[in-house]
């Protein structure tokens, strides 16, 4: 599965963001997916999951109630809706297939399919 994000930027702390990620293939609508992110120096790390139908999300505490994870399978389209943005948030953002999730976060295995990234900046 190819996966190709988009919609990252440069935005003022406060601002908001909305990150798409369309898959290739319609297998996408049988999986978990999600985002996860990667600042300079740091580890990649969990952000936002979301179940094959929809009707189970995940996120990572730190941003809990600033985002939103939906999905559209209709569309083979994943979206994270970021509001409320700090600088802490700037990093590349990954949209990643074929997670396994459980009510602390989403990971990946040797089954996952990845994104190239999109950047997200985020001024102060």
């Known amino acids: 599965v190819q996966l190709v994000e988009s919609g990252g930027g440069l935005v003022q702390a406060g601002g908001s963001l909305r990150l798409s990620c369309v898959a290739s293939e319609r297998t996408f609508r049988s999986y978990a997916v999600g985002w996860f992110r990667q600042a300079p120096g740091k580890e990649r790390e969990f952000v936002a999951g979301?179940?094959?139908?929809?009707?189970?999300?995940f996120y990572q505490d730190s941003v809990k109630g600033r985002f939103t994870i939906s999905r559209d399978n209709a569309k083979n389209t994943v979206y994270l809706q970021m509001n409320s943005l700090k600088p802490e948030d700037a990093a590349v953002y990954y949209c990643?297939?074929?997670?396994?999730?459980?009510?602390?976060?989403?990971?990946?295995?040797?089954?996952?399919?990845w994104g190239q990234g999109t950047q997200v900046t985020v001024s102060s």
């Open positions: 990643a297939t074929d997670l396994n999730c459980l009510p602390h976060g989403c990971y990946g295995s040797t089954r996952t399919s």
């Open positions: 979301i179940s094959w139908n929809g009707g189970s999300t």
